[in-house]
Protein backbone atom coordinates (compact mmCIF):
# COMPACT_ATOMS: atom_id res chain seq x y z
CA UNK A 1 0.00 0.00 0.00
CA UNK A 2 1.08 3.42 -1.00
CA UNK A 3 0.67 5.59 2.18
CA UNK A 4 1.35 8.80 -0.36
CA UNK A 5 -1.75 8.08 -1.80
CA UNK A 6 -4.03 8.14 2.12
CA UNK A 7 -2.23 10.53 4.07
CA UNK A 8 -2.39 14.39 3.02
CA UNK A 9 0.52 15.66 1.11
CA UNK A 10 2.11 18.00 3.82
CA UNK A 11 2.02 14.92 6.21
CA UNK A 12 3.60 13.13 3.68
CA UNK A 13 6.27 15.69 2.86
CA UNK A 14 7.01 16.52 6.63
CA UNK A 15 7.93 13.00 7.25
CA UNK A 16 10.33 13.15 4.10
CA UNK A 17 11.95 16.10 5.98
CA UNK A 18 13.79 13.23 8.26
CA UNK A 19 15.59 12.07 5.25
CA UNK A 20 19.32 13.81 3.40
CA UNK A 21 19.32 14.96 -0.25
CA UNK A 22 20.63 11.22 -1.01
CA UNK A 23 17.98 9.35 -0.13
CA UNK A 24 14.96 12.17 -1.61
CA UNK A 25 16.35 11.51 -5.11
CA UNK A 26 16.81 7.77 -4.56
CA UNK A 27 12.71 7.91 -3.87
CA UNK A 28 11.71 9.88 -6.36
CA UNK A 29 12.76 7.19 -8.97
CA UNK A 30 9.86 5.45 -6.72
CA UNK A 31 6.76 6.64 -9.30
CA UNK A 32 5.73 9.82 -10.85
CA UNK A 33 3.34 11.08 -7.52
CA UNK A 34 6.63 10.81 -5.57
CA UNK A 35 8.77 12.37 -7.53
CA UNK A 36 6.38 15.37 -7.03
CA UNK A 37 6.22 15.33 -3.16
CA UNK A 38 9.98 14.89 -3.23
CA UNK A 39 10.97 17.85 -4.89
CA UNK A 40 8.54 20.06 -3.08
CA UNK A 41 10.12 23.51 -2.79
CA UNK A 42 9.51 24.00 1.10
CA UNK A 43 11.32 20.85 1.68
CA UNK A 44 14.80 21.54 -0.34
CA UNK A 45 14.41 24.32 0.81
CA UNK A 46 15.29 23.62 4.51
CA UNK A 47 17.64 21.20 2.86
CA UNK A 48 19.43 23.43 1.00
CA UNK A 49 20.24 26.62 3.40
CA UNK A 50 21.50 23.93 6.26
CA UNK A 51 24.08 22.74 3.58
CA UNK A 52 25.00 25.95 2.55
CA UNK A 53 25.02 27.69 5.71
CA UNK A 54 29.19 29.12 5.93
CA UNK A 55 30.25 27.84 2.56
CA UNK A 56 31.76 30.47 0.23
CA UNK A 57 29.87 32.94 -1.86
CA UNK A 58 26.37 31.28 -0.98
CA UNK A 59 25.69 34.44 1.73
CA UNK A 60 23.47 35.71 -0.37
CA UNK A 61 21.43 32.37 -1.03
CA UNK A 62 21.50 32.10 2.84
CA UNK A 63 20.45 35.17 4.32
CA UNK A 64 17.82 36.14 1.23
CA UNK A 65 14.32 33.82 0.98
CA UNK A 66 14.99 33.53 -2.92
CA UNK A 67 11.21 33.81 -3.85
CA UNK A 68 11.68 33.26 -7.99
CA UNK A 69 12.35 30.03 -6.79
CA UNK A 70 9.03 29.41 -5.91
CA UNK A 71 7.18 29.65 -8.35
CA UNK A 72 8.34 26.51 -10.26
CA UNK A 73 7.70 23.25 -8.33
CA UNK A 74 11.10 21.36 -8.31
CA UNK A 75 13.52 24.38 -8.45
CA UNK A 76 15.31 24.49 -4.88
CA UNK A 77 15.84 20.48 -5.76
CA UNK A 78 17.37 21.37 -9.31
CA UNK A 79 19.61 24.23 -7.19
CA UNK A 80 20.24 22.14 -4.73
CA UNK A 81 22.06 19.80 -7.42
CA UNK A 82 23.50 22.61 -9.54
CA UNK A 83 25.39 23.60 -6.35
CA UNK A 84 26.70 20.29 -5.82
CA UNK A 85 27.71 20.06 -8.83
CA UNK A 86 30.05 23.28 -8.64
CA UNK A 87 31.39 22.31 -5.52
CA UNK A 88 32.68 19.27 -6.62
CA UNK A 89 34.35 21.21 -9.92
CA UNK A 90 38.14 21.49 -9.80
CA UNK A 91 38.79 22.61 -13.59
CA UNK A 92 39.65 26.62 -13.51
CA UNK A 93 37.81 29.27 -15.49
CA UNK A 94 39.00 32.66 -15.82
CA UNK A 95 36.51 34.51 -13.35
CA UNK A 96 37.66 31.82 -10.73
CA UNK A 97 41.05 33.74 -10.70
CA UNK A 98 40.27 37.16 -11.30
CA UNK A 99 36.91 37.54 -9.86
CA UNK A 100 37.95 35.51 -6.40
CA UNK A 101 39.70 37.67 -3.39
CA UNK A 102 42.79 35.34 -2.79
CA UNK A 103 45.01 34.95 0.45
CA UNK A 104 48.64 33.92 -0.11
CA UNK A 105 51.46 31.76 1.83
CA UNK A 106 54.87 30.11 2.20
CA UNK A 107 54.25 26.48 2.43
CA UNK A 108 57.07 26.77 5.12
CA UNK A 109 55.50 29.72 6.75
CA UNK A 110 53.07 29.65 9.96
CA UNK A 111 50.98 32.19 9.04
CA UNK A 112 49.19 34.21 5.52
CA UNK A 113 51.29 36.91 4.45
CA UNK A 114 50.60 40.41 3.87
CA UNK A 115 49.36 42.02 0.57
CA UNK A 116 46.89 41.83 -1.77
CA UNK A 117 47.08 38.99 -4.59
CA UNK A 118 45.37 39.36 -7.83
CA UNK A 119 45.20 37.60 -10.96
CA UNK A 120 44.44 39.91 -14.21
CA UNK A 121 42.06 38.98 -16.95
CA UNK A 122 45.37 40.95 -19.50
CA UNK A 123 47.27 37.93 -18.11
CA UNK A 124 48.92 39.78 -14.89
CA UNK A 125 49.60 38.83 -12.06
CA UNK A 126 50.46 41.63 -8.82
CA UNK A 127 50.83 41.11 -5.63
CA UNK A 128 50.61 44.32 -3.78
CA UNK A 129 52.19 44.52 -0.67
CA UNK A 130 55.01 41.89 -1.92
CA UNK A 131 56.36 43.03 -5.32
CA UNK A 132 56.33 46.05 -7.80
CA UNK A 133 55.61 45.44 -10.97
CA UNK A 134 53.67 42.01 -12.38
CA UNK A 135 54.11 39.13 -14.00
CA UNK A 136 52.78 36.92 -16.69
CA UNK A 137 50.20 34.02 -15.57
CA UNK A 138 48.69 31.61 -18.27
CA UNK A 139 46.55 28.30 -17.88
CA UNK A 140 48.73 25.24 -18.45
CA UNK A 141 47.13 21.77 -18.78
CA UNK A 142 44.55 23.06 -15.90
CA UNK A 143 46.91 24.47 -13.94
CA UNK A 144 47.99 27.60 -13.26
CA UNK A 145 51.80 29.20 -13.85
CA UNK A 146 53.26 32.76 -12.93
CA UNK A 147 55.78 33.53 -14.65
CA UNK A 148 58.56 30.78 -14.61
CA UNK A 149 57.86 29.62 -11.38
CA UNK A 150 56.26 26.39 -11.09
CA UNK A 151 52.93 25.48 -11.84
CA UNK A 152 50.31 25.60 -9.32
CA UNK A 153 47.40 22.79 -9.54
CA UNK A 154 43.93 23.39 -8.35
CA UNK A 155 42.02 22.04 -5.59
CA UNK A 156 39.15 22.11 -3.22
CA UNK A 157 38.69 20.31 -0.09
CA UNK A 158 35.97 17.22 -0.29
CA UNK A 159 32.40 18.69 -0.43
CA UNK A 160 30.74 15.86 1.93
CA UNK A 161 33.48 17.19 4.67
CA UNK A 162 30.73 19.53 6.49
CA UNK A 163 33.04 21.74 7.89
CA UNK A 164 34.55 22.84 4.64
CA UNK A 165 33.90 25.64 3.27
CA UNK A 166 34.00 24.95 -0.50
CA UNK A 167 37.05 27.24 -0.92
CA UNK A 168 39.20 26.45 -4.01
CA UNK A 169 43.14 26.62 -3.27
CA UNK A 170 46.11 26.97 -5.61
CA UNK A 171 49.58 24.93 -4.73
CA UNK A 172 52.81 24.33 -5.81
CA UNK A 173 56.01 22.73 -3.44
CA UNK A 174 56.49 26.48 -2.71
CA UNK A 175 53.34 28.22 -2.07
CA UNK A 176 49.71 28.15 -1.56
CA UNK A 177 46.65 30.29 -2.40
CA UNK A 178 43.68 29.99 -1.25
CA UNK A 179 40.23 31.48 -1.49
CA UNK A 180 38.13 33.86 -0.11
CA UNK A 181 34.68 34.71 -1.60
CA UNK A 182 34.86 31.76 -4.33
CA UNK A 183 32.37 33.49 -6.95
CA UNK A 184 31.63 29.89 -8.68
CA UNK A 185 28.43 29.76 -7.04
CA UNK A 186 26.73 33.15 -7.61
CA UNK A 187 28.11 32.84 -11.96
CA UNK A 188 26.26 29.16 -12.03
CA UNK A 189 23.14 30.50 -9.64
CA UNK A 190 22.85 33.29 -11.61
CA UNK A 191 22.71 31.82 -15.33
CA UNK A 192 20.05 29.36 -13.55
CA UNK A 193 17.74 32.15 -12.40
CA UNK A 194 18.08 34.09 -15.71
CA UNK A 195 17.21 30.52 -17.68
CA UNK A 196 14.35 30.40 -14.69
CA UNK A 197 13.07 33.71 -15.80
CA UNK A 198 13.00 33.50 -19.34
CA UNK A 199 10.92 30.07 -18.89
CA UNK A 200 8.50 31.87 -16.49
CA UNK A 201 8.48 34.60 -18.78
CA UNK A 202 9.80 37.27 -15.92
CA UNK A 203 12.12 40.11 -15.95
CA UNK A 204 15.11 39.09 -14.12
CA UNK A 205 17.93 41.30 -13.16
CA UNK A 206 20.67 40.22 -14.60
CA UNK A 207 22.96 42.42 -13.29
CA UNK A 208 21.97 42.68 -9.53
CA UNK A 209 23.36 38.67 -9.41
CA UNK A 210 21.26 36.67 -6.49
CA UNK A 211 18.64 39.32 -5.74
CA UNK A 212 15.06 38.72 -4.52
CA UNK A 213 12.02 39.18 -6.93
CA UNK A 214 8.65 40.03 -5.31
Known amino acids: MDFTQILPSEVTIDLFKNLD?????????????WNILVSDNHLWTEIALKRWENKQGMKEIC????????LKPGTWKKAYILVEKEAHRT?????????????FKFNNALAFHAGSPK?????RYIHEGMMDGTLPWKFTNGCVRVSQFPHLSPSRPDP???????????????????????????RRLREF????????GIDYPTEAGLQNIT
Open 91 to 103: RLEMEDLCETTWI
Open 63 to 70: TDTHSLWY
Open 21 to 33: AKNLCSLSLVSRN
Open 119 to 123: FLRNG
Open 160 to 186: TDHKSDWGLKLKNVYVTFSSVDHTGFQ
Open 193 to 200: NCELALEL
